[in-house]
């Protein structure tokens, strides 16, 4: 009997917490709470016998999940080199509705995801805007200049 993986995804980043914090409120997900009975996951770790040094700074939460435990567990890797390309994964967001949803409303559901997205550290880098063949979405970057779209 053969058992399917279980997906977690993991992005390497400068700061865990902000990126986690960040993607938590695109994605509608949750910072993972520590196991009980830890406070934080800095206690957590601690209380696995990990040096204070190999830790870093703040409590740990490096982790998002889905609430409803539907979608894959995001974790952010803290790592000591910086972004230097272009990302060969990203994540899309969709938040249109597809294509069955009239393409005013699609873009209107965009746009408004992609202003809430700004309000949270996101930046626009580009709007993709083709009524001909029906396709608009938005290229963003989170925090740490990772791109993503918002279609």
């Known amino acids: 009997m053969t058992t399917s993986p279980k ?3 993991t992005i390497d980043c400068a700061d865990p917490e902000r990126l986690a914090r960040f993607w938590a409120t695109a994605l509608g997900y949750k910072v993972e709470p520590p196991p009980a009975p830890f406070a934080t996951w800095r206690a957590y770790w601690l209380g696995q016998g990990l040096a204070e040094e190999e830790l870093g700074e703040g409590d740990c939460s490096d982790s998002v999940i889905d609430p409803d435990g539907v979608g894959p ?3 952010f890797q803290q790592v000591p080199e910086g972004k230097v390309v272009k990302n060969r994964l990203h994540l899309d967001l969709g938040v249109g ?3 069955s949803v009239p393409f005013a409303d699609r873009k209107e559901r965009v746009l408004a995801e992609v202003a809430r997205l700004e309000t949270v550290g996101a930046s626009r880098l580009r709007i993709e805007d083709s009524e001909g063949s ?5 290229v963003m970057h989170d925090p740490e200049d990772n791109e993503f779209c918002v279609h």
């Open 7 to 9: 997906l977690q995804l």
């Open 73 to 75: 567990r995001i974790w």
């Open 97 to 99: 509705g597809g294509r």
């Open 134 to 138: 029906g396709s608009f979405f938005a």
